[in-house]
């Protein structure tokens, strides 16, 4: 199974200035043959379910907002929040589905307002 | 615009069973592979189990293989979770998704809460 590691496992970040979360995969999630980092990242508010931001590793759901990027290839990836806003108070996963099953997550990442 | 309502959580013995629902609407159901993942009370994200479109194929997490069975009725949109020989460790709240493009999990329900305790 592809082991997902995030870090930290929290971050304090004042309003307005720039998140950044890590993730690294335990073997590469890109498939050579499109080009694609099969990558998911996803954001849970308080008592509500995850929320699909990013897949192949960099391109946004509809509706995101575009200060969500995503960066990176083959086993390490970023997730930018380019101006932190009240509303991105979230625990943030990332998730692998290039080899399955299983998919496997991330710890998470639980970002706050300092 | 997809939408997933999860129900038949709460409050179980150890060692009895339950059976999730989730009622999918806003898509064309017969043509998704679906999934549960659950979240353990204050914890992260846990893969449970998914089918294909047909319900020709199932896969499981190894902690609830040859206890928990996955299923779907394409005639009524429903995904269902048969839980069997309940631990306390399966407490959590159970999620329904949708499989996208790619196999990425792109639509979630609100969740069911399943608490197994004596």
């Known amino acids: 199974d592809i082991v997902m590691t995030q870090s930290p496992d929290s971050l304090a970040v004042s309003l307005g200035e720039r998140a950044t979360i890590r993730c690294k995969s335990s073997q590469s999630v890109l498939y050579s043959s499109t080009n694609k980092n099969y990558l998911a990242w996803f954001q849970q508010k308080p008592g509500q379910p995850p929320k699909l931001l990013l897949y192949?590793?960099?391109t946004r759901e509809s509706g995101v907002p575009d200060r969500f990027s995503g960066s990176g290839s083959g086993t390490e990836f970023t997730l930018t929040i380019s101006s932190l806003q009240a509303e991105d108070v979230a625990v943030y996963y990332c998730q692998q589905y290039y080899s399955t099953p299983p998919w496997t997550f991330g710890q998470g990442t639980r970002v706050e307002i300092k | 615009q997809v939408q997933l309502v999860e129900s038949g959580g709460g409050v179980v013995q150890p060692g009895r069973s339950l059976r999730l629902s989730c009622a999918a609407s806003g898509f064309t159901f017969g043509s998704y592979a679906m999934h549960w993942v659950r979240q353990a009370p204050g914890k992260g994200l846990e893969w449970v189990a998914v089918?294909?479109?047909?319900?020709?194929?199932?896969y499981y997490a190894d902690s609830v293989k040859g206890r928990f069975t996955i299923s779907r009725d394409n005639s009524k949109n429903t995904l269902y979770l048969q839980m069997n020989s309940l631990r306390g460790d399966d407490t959590a709240v159970y999620y329904c998704?949708?499989?996208?493009?790619?196999?990425?999990?792109?639509?979630w329900g609100q969740g069911t809460l399943v608490t197994v305790s004596s």
């Open positions: 998704a949708k499989d996208g493009s790619g196999s990425r999990l792109d639509s």
């Open positions: 089918i294909s479109y047909d319900g020709s194929n199932q």
């Open positions: 192949w590793a960099s």
